[in-house]
């Protein structure tokens, strides 16, 4: 790849920050037009560019939050940890999730799969890391 592992940490990190501030557009200029997003908990993967953009849009949450708090790169993948704090519409009612997420990146620097992890899992986290 021609980015640096700290390019990759700093463009999550915008990504991060445009999808926090509600601004989905520029939060999913950083994927392939096949990206596959791989959703926790044995729902669906959702896959291309509009599935992902449109599972962005809050429908359930009033507000929601991610905070990074660590980046681990490993050739093509960068593992992320995060909590998320998230408010749900019309109960109000506050929950906070901690996850990993493993983020495969194409030789152009953009996303192509995007894994999501519980902390329960991070043995498979990092099993998937290191399968690419």
């Not at 949450?61 to 998320?84: A, I």
Request: aromatic share 6%; charged share 30%.
């Amino acid at each position: 790849m021609s980015v640096t592992d700290d390019e990759l940490i700093e463009q999550l990190r915008r990504n991060n920050e445009a999808l926090n501030r509600g601004d989905f557009d520029t939060a999913i200029e950083l994927a392939h037009p096949e990206i596959v997003f791989v959703r926790p908990g044995g729902l669906p993967e959702l896959t291309g560019v509009e599935a992902v953009r449109a599972w962005m849009e809050p429908d359930a949450f009033e507000s929601q939050r991610v905070e990074m708090l660590s980046f681990e790169v490993q050739g093509n993948q960068v593992l992320t940890r995060q909590t998320t704090t998230a408010r749900g519409a019309g109960s109000g009612i506050e929950m906070q999730i901690d996850s990993l997420i493993v983020w495969t990146f194409d030789g152009q620097a953009r996303v192509t799969r995007v894994e999501v992890f519980t902390i329960d899992e991070e043995d498979t986290a990092r099993r998937t890391l290191q399968a690419d």
